[in-house]
T-cell receptor
Framework: DVKVTQSSRYLVKRTGEKVFLECVQD?????MFWYRQDPGLGLRLIYF???????EKGDIPEGYSVSREKKERFSLILESASTNQTSMYLC??????????????FGPGTRLTVL | GQSLEQPSEVTAVEGAIVQINCTYQ??????LSWYQQHDGGAPTFLSY????GLEETGRFSSFLSRSDSYGYLLLQELQMKDSASYFC?????????????FGTGTKLQVIP
């Protein structure tokens, strides 16, 4: 079974702090994604990476950056956390073979609260 | 840009059939996916349609009409465990990259 893990289930940070959210997948997938999920807004893509060292902006990249130094790990960085970044953050991975059906495997999510 | 519309909530009786609709507006359309998410859980992939017609996977079926920019997820023989949120997602090509846009989700409540 594909396993996608995220470093924390719950996180509380203060405004202005630098926040790192880590995602690790164990299936050697090239593609990885970061979403945020807010009530009434569904899942919105922040950034994605098709392979190591590659990154592309999604629909809402402002205030975020990412790092993909190793295939299994995709990090989301909030350079200076703000209260409007309080949300559920979901990481997903996908193999290129599954791209034709867009089968993404999601992690359990990190609920981030910025005070 | 892209937009998807699906009902926010649906209630259905255990054992019955329920249909969750999804309409979309997008350029470079490639396919429509469906994901299920239980409260507090991660989304899990259910189905994908790239061509018109019905795809069946056990109690779940998904339909796509490209000409109508419309699809639906059909759940048969509803069980209490089917209570969850269901998201449609459009796969499209934009700016040379494949892009996936999720709908806002339909919360399905199955009642006895």
């Amino acid at each position: 079974d594909v396993k996608v893990t995220q470093s924390s289930r719950y996180l509380v940070k203060r405004t202005g702090e630098k926040v790192f959210l880590e995602c690790v997948q164990d299936m050697d997938h090239e593609n990885m994604f970061w979403y945020r999920q807010d009530p009434g807004l569904g899942l919105r893509l922040i950034y994605f990476s098709y392979d190591v060292k590659m990154k592309e902006k999604g629909d809402i990249p402002e205030g975020y950056s990412v790092s993909r130094e190793k295939k299994e790990r995709f990090s989301l960085i909030l350079e200076s956390a703000s209260t409007n970044q309080t949300s559920m953050y979901l990481c997903a991975s996908r193999s290129p073979e599954a791209a034709s059906t867009d089968t993404q495997y999601f992690g359990p999510g990190t609920r981030l609260t910025v005070l | 840009g892209q937009s998807l519309e699906q009902p926010s909530e649906v209630t259905a009786v255990e054992g019955a059939i329920v249909q969750i609709n999804c309409t979309y507006q997008t350029s470079g359309f490639y396919g429509l996916s469906w994901y299920q998410q239980h409260d507090g859980g991660a989304p899990t992939f259910l189905s994908y349609n790239a061509l018109d017609g019905l795809e069946e996977t056990g109690r779940f079926s998904s339909f796509l009409s490209r000409s109508d920019s419309y699809g639906y997820l059909l759940l048969q023989e509803l069980q209490m465990k089917d209570s969850a949120s269901y998201f449609c997602a459009v796969r499209s090509y934009s700016g040379g990259y494949q892009k996936v846009t999720f709908g806002t989700g339909t919360k399905l409540q199955v009642i006895p």
